[in-house]
């Protein structure tokens, strides 16, 4: 049996690499997690007013995503989308197909209706643990509901939020690693990618786990601040 060994020059080599492709796994991430806060933030309102028609399809999309893989809402988009997308282009005889939309267009596609998914759960119940008559309470100074909703209601659950939207953009960053699966190099897939033409794997592997071993304890770090004065400003402190 071959013995296996640690090579800590190719290590090195394989790391200057894969950090190369740090910037589009991180593009990846932050953007499926900013539409996916969007997302969110309708589909809890929506589910929260309880709305006649859409609060039902508000309740499928949150169960179905949260209840399939993230590989397959990569699958799905990555052959669905083009295929409905060329449908619509030549029906309206539009210039643009789906071999000029980019793979990373099509990721951030499918980890963002991931994202919004969860993100939605995150932040209805941190709606929910705002005590409700903070809502009458603006009604009663003359504030609308957008304005309530906006100055009082929203950074409330987005600061109750924080523990739970740091778990999503950690596991949202976890999730870009599955875009080698479509031919998209991020970090994983770069890692993979010199892994076939050294017939080594370890060394890339271990490159690529300390890259995202130190993206999310920065991202760690930056949620732990961002809750500390978050709580002193909850407190009535100066954050």
């Known amino acids: 049996m ?21 910037p589009i796994t991180l593009l990846i991430t932050i953007s499926s997690v900013g539409i996916g806060l ?3 933030l309708i589909v809890a309102w929506i589910r929260l007013k309880k709305t006649m028609v859409l609060h039902p399809l508000a309740e499928f999309y949150v169960s179905f995503i949260r209840g399939t893989p993230v590989v397959l809402h990569l699958y799905i988009v990555y052959l ?9 282009a030549t029906h309206y005889q539009w210039e643009i197909y789906s071999k000029d939309i980019p793979l990373t267009v099509l990721v951030i596609t499918a980890l963002s209706f991931t994202a919004g998914a969860f993100m939605s759960e995150i932040i209805r119940s941190g709606f929910l643990a705002i005590p409700e008559g903070q809502m009458e ?26 523990p739970g939207l740091c ?3 950690v596991g949202i960053l976890h999730g870009s690693s599955l875009a080698y699966l479509v031919s998209l190099l991020e970090i994983n897939g770069v890692a993979m990618m010199i892994g076939n033409q050294n017939w080594s794997f370890l060394e890339p592997l271990s490159a690529a786990a300390l890259i995202y071993w130190g993206v999310v304890v920065f991202i760690e770090q930056i949620a732990s601040i961002l809750e500390k004065r978050w709580m002193t400003y909850s407190e009535g402190g100066v954050a």
């Open 80 to 88: 669905a989308l083009p295929m409905a997308w060329d449908a619509i």
């Open 2 to 22: 071959k013995t296996i060994t640690f090579d800590l020059s190719f290590f090195l080599e394989a790391l200057k690499q894969i950090i190369g492709a740090l």
């Open 167 to 169: 778990n999503l953009l």
């Open 38 to 40: 969007i997302i969110g």
């Open 137 to 162: 309470a603006a009604y009663s100074i003359g504030m609308t509901t957008f304005q309530a909703f906006i100055r009082i209601l929203f950074p409330q659950a987005l600061g109750a939020s924080i």
